[in-house]
């Protein structure tokens, strides 16, 4: 079955609630309206009540839990609560109001608080914005160094990764991972792959050199992760230092990397950092107008998506799906 139709099928079997903080923006409230109709979670939307009381002329929001930040009565608990977690870092409850009024952070704490199963924020704020308050307020789940993201990319009219479907990490959260780091990612995004797909992970960490065809510290680094993800995870498919071409096309493998167990045959690929893995999700997406479906977030201590604020209604969906299954 089609990958989207199937995280959205299995999002309805069990429904979860879900905080969307943006209802400023139309495609969130377009995109509650889509979720309530098909059952794949229940949501809660943030914003001005007047105005989502007249978007829902235009939307079919009933059903939709609508709460403005500004004027909740839960206000002071969750200002109460934010100062709890962050009193030790210098937050006073004259910060913790003001913070509370902000829809981001209100829902983060509506996660902390458990009156949600999970948020999906991004189609309007910027990651940094949508991360610092969960990194600062959910925190990393037990045993995470580093919470990072993937993005399922599924390229259309492709033989490569699992029938088209290769998940990129990280392309949204580390700017410069170490090598312990990059190691970290590449178990992380593994499992995320478990958790949606049937077949199995095959990990490939990218550089510009294929087994030592370039020498640069920036090579080193990933010549460092993989042979630390090998020690970590030695059960796991996975290989390094690969150009891209060697980690996806079986004949430029079999002379770059000839007996390399994953090379020519790789669905996850580790970007060095962020420039490449944040440019790279996008060449894809816009030139071989692949679906984006993320970034899915990966080790947080329970379940928050950011969006590209170039997403679609559809997008904000299959990001919504995604959390839900994370949830579960
Ligand atoms: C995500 C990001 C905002 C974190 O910023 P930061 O400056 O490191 O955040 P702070 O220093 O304020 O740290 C806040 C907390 O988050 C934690 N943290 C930061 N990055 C983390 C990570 N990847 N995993 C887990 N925790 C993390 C810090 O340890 C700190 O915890 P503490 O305050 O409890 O000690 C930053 O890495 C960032 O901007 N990344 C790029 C996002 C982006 O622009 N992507 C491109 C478009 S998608
Ligand atoms: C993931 C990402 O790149 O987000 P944005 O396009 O909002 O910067």
């Known amino acids: 079955m ?3 139709k199937k995280i959205r099928e299995r999002a309805t079997t069990s429904p979860k609630t879900i905080v969307l903080p943006e209802g400023s923006d139309e495609r969130v409230v377009k995109a509650a309206e889509i979720i309530t109709k098909e059952k ?6 943030l914003g001005n009540v007047d105005n989502l009381k ?3 002329k235009e939307f079919e929001l009933s059903g939709v839990e609508i709460i403005d930040p500004e004027l909740s009565p839960k206000a002071e608990e969750y200002a109460t609560l934010l100062y709890e977690v962050r009193k030790n870092k210098g937050m006073t409850m004259e910060k913790a109001r003001e913070l509370v009024k902000n829809p981001i952070w209100y829902g983060t704490l509506m996660v902390k608080n458990n009156d949600v199963d999970g948020m999906v924020a991004g189609a309007v704020t910027a990651t940094g914005d949508v991360f610092r308050p969960a990194f600062q307020i959910v925190k ?6 580093v919470v990072s993201s993937a993005f399922m990319m599924i390229v259309p009219n492709c033989e490569f990764g699992s029938n088209g479907h290769i ?3 990280d392309c949204a959260i580390n700017p410069n991972p170490d090598a312990k780091q990059l190691a970290e990612i590449a178990v992380s995004t593994a499992k995320t792959w478990e958790s949606l797909m049937d077949d199995e992970p095959r990990v490939a960490m990218l550089s ?6 370039a020498q640069n510290e920036m090579v080193d680094k990933v010549v460092e992760a993989t042979k630390i993800l090998k020690q970590q ?3 796991l ?10 980690a996806l096309v079986p004949k430029v493998a079999s002379s770059k990397a000839p007996g390399s167990p994953v090379a020519g045959r790789a669905n996850i690929l580790v970007f060095p950092d962020l420039n490449a893995g944040n440019i790279g999700y996008k060449l894809v997406q816009r030139l071989a107008k692949a679906e984006a479906v993320g970034p899915i977030s990966q080790g947080l201590a329970a379940p928050i998506n950011d969006l590209s604020r170039g997403c679609s209604v559809e997008d904000i969906v299959n990001v919504v799906a995604i959390t839900s299954l994370q949830a579960n």
């Open 2 to 4: 089609d990958f989207i």
């Open 40 to 45: 794949i979670a229940r949501v809660v939307l």
């Open 54 to 56: 007249n978007a829902s």
């Open 140 to 145: 990393t789940a037990p045993g995470i160094g």
């Open 167 to 169: 998940l990129f990490a």
């Open 208 to 213: 510009f050199s294929t087994k030592g065809s």
């Open 233 to 235: 995870a030695p059960n």
């Open 237 to 246: 498919l996975s290989d390094g230092e690969l150009q891209a071409d060697a």
